[in-house]
């Protein structure tokens, strides 16, 4: 078993900044990847960003790119999302996502950015 442990979330005005943190612990010696994923009210969860765990390669939308960064700390098995110029689009419920043999969710934290 894995579990997901967040941090960072909050009420934010446009134009500021958060940082999410993601903790994993369990069986966390098969992870492919670690990624960040939003839902917003009344929408389908999405693909925000991603990190390929022994490479670093990173992938982002479209709509966050030039403005959140995912990085990595494999021997603390954390995984961050520094999000910076933050618009009121960018609210919603932010996931942690673990990409492995077996894929896990953190529970979601929310993310609030106020006009």
């Known amino acids: 078993q894995v579990q997901l442990v967040e941090s960072g979330g909050g009420l934010v005005q446009a134009g500021g900044s958060l940082r999410l943190s993601c903790a994993v612990s369990?069986?966390?010696?098969?992870?492919?990847?670690m990624g960040w994923f939003r839902q917003a009210p009344g929408k389908e969860r999405k693909f925000v960003a991603r990190?390929?765990?022994?490479?670093?390669?990173?992938y982002y939308a479209d709509s966050v790119k030039g403005r959140f960064t995912i990085s990595r700390d494999n021997a603390k098995d954390t995984v961050y999302l520094q999000m910076n110029g933050l618009k009121p689009e960018d609210t919603a419920v932010y996931y942690c996502h673990v990409h492995g043999p077996r894929d896990y969710w953190g529970q979601g934290t929310q993310v609030t950015v106020s006009s």
């Open positions: 369990g069986r966390t010696f098969s992870i492919y990847a």
């Open positions: 990190i390929d765990w022994t490479g670093g390669s990173t």
